[in-house]
């Protein structure tokens, strides 16, 4: 599985970005044995990695805390594309983003949240600079 993130840059507070996670490759998400969940993280400078917003197979949602009512996940199950939109950045979104995929037999299903995902597959990473 291969997962190549897009649409990062540099904007000024306020401003917004959509990410954008392609994936591809031979195994698929979603099969008679496994379900999915996939989310986006982001690394500042000198900060450990943090989950940002998650979406899997239960089509439920789920934000850190920091970007609720401004950051929306979503996703293109046609064309295997995860999403962020990110509306009034602020300098502290700066950092780079992740995209990450954890492919969940069903039999030990627990749900898809920012605490339970454990992801088998990482993008590269987009960087994001918000600053005036």
């Known amino acids: 599985v291969q997962l190549v993130e897009s649409g990062g840059g540099s904007v000024q507070p306020g401003g917004s970005l959509r990410l954008e996670c392609a994936t591809s490759g031979d195994t698929p998400k979603v099969s008679r044995d496994t379900y999915y969940c996939m989310g986006w993280f982001r690394q500042a400078p000198g900060k450990e990695r943090e989950g940002v917003a998650t979406?899997?197979?239960?089509?439920?949602?789920n934000r850190a805390g920091s970007v609720w009512g401004r950051f929306t996940i979503s996703e293109n199950s046609a064309k295997n594309i995860l999403y962020l939109q990110m509306n009034s950045l602020k300098p502290d979104d700066t950092g780079m983003y992740y995209c990450?995929?954890?492919?969940?037999?069903?039999?030990?299903?627990?749900?898809?949240?920012?605490?339970?995902?454990?992801?088998?597959?990482w993008g590269q990473g987009t960087q994001v600079t918000v600053s005036s």
């Open positions: 979406i899997g197979s239960d089509d439920n949602p």
């Open positions: 990450a995929l954890e492919i969940i037999p069903r039999r030990q299903w627990r749900g898809c949240s920012i605490a339970t995902i454990r992801p088998d597959y």
